[in-house]
């Protein structure tokens, strides 16, 4: 058995060419909290967000998924799962749905997709807890350094001038991250403009000491799998 095989990698290479392929725009809600689940989605290309709206009103996004991931945001071989969370795209995307069902007896039926599968688990249970340690921890503006490395791992393109985050992204958004609010994102990222160790530019962050932000935040430097966005 080949462990090096992805969960996702199993899954494409079973569904393609049995479900069409979908095209949303960017903006698109794929799913809302609470509501019945009927499918996955794997990710061929665009970027999605995962996230839920505060009664209040307050977006937060709980991590964002690109191409060759999976959406998978429910309890697994339950009866009558629902949505945790809602699902919007933030740019156009193209997805294969796989029924929930279909998806569960191909998981469940081969071997090594079921291997797959507890490892896919694993590095979310993983991730999580990162993302909590490091909003305990560090708070605020630790989150932000923190969202920051992350995405330079997700997006980042590497420049002269720096890592360029290729993944355009608002303040508002980069707040919803780090679930603060605008105004203190726009504080924190004054500061570290100042300092020259980001810059910012039709969207586009650039950041221009990652070795700033890893140390300020204890980085243990972990695998990319585990200090994703995603």
């Excluded at 090096?4 to 909290?33: C, D, M, N, R, W």
């Excluded at 933030?90 to 081969?110: N, S």
């Excluded at 002269?160 to 980069?174: A, F, M, R, Y």
Aim: hydrophobic fraction near 40%; glycine fraction near 6%.
């Amino acid at each position: 058995m080949d462990k090096t095989i992805s969960l996702y990698s199993l899954a494409l290479q079973h569904f393609i060419g049995k479900e069409t392929v979908q095209k949303f725009k960017p903006g698109s809600i794929i799913f809302q909290e609470d509501e019945p689940v009927n499918h996955i989605y794997l990710i061929l290309d665009g970027s999605v967000s995962i996230g839920r709206v505060h009664m209040k009103g307050k977006e937060f996004i709980l991590k964002i998924l690109n191409g060759e991931e999976m959406i998978i945001e429910y309890e697994l071989f339950k009866l009558q799962p629902q949505y945790h969370f809602s699902a919007k795209t933030l740019t156009e995307c193209q997805m294969i749905m796989v029924k929930r069902e279909q998806f569960e007896e191909f998981v469940t039926g081969d071997r090594t997709a079921i291997s797959a599968l507890a490892n896919w688990l694993s590095t979310r249970y993983l991730k999580a807890q990162m993302k909590c340690q490091d909003l305990i921890m560090n708070g605020k503006k630790g989150g932000l350094y923190s969202i920051l490395i992350r995405l330079c791992n997700s997006y980042g393109v590497m420049t002269d001038d720096g890592i360029v985050i290729d993944l355009p992204l608002t303040h508002q958004e980069l707040a919803n991250l780090t679930y603060g609010t605008r105004e203190v994102i726009q504080r924190m990222l004054k500061e570290l403009r100042e300092k020259d160790i980001i810059s910012y530019d039709q969207l586009k962050f650039t950041v221009k000491n990652l070795k700033y932000l890893k140390h300020e935040v204890d980085c243990q430097n972990c695998a990319y799998e585990i200090c994703g966005l995603n």
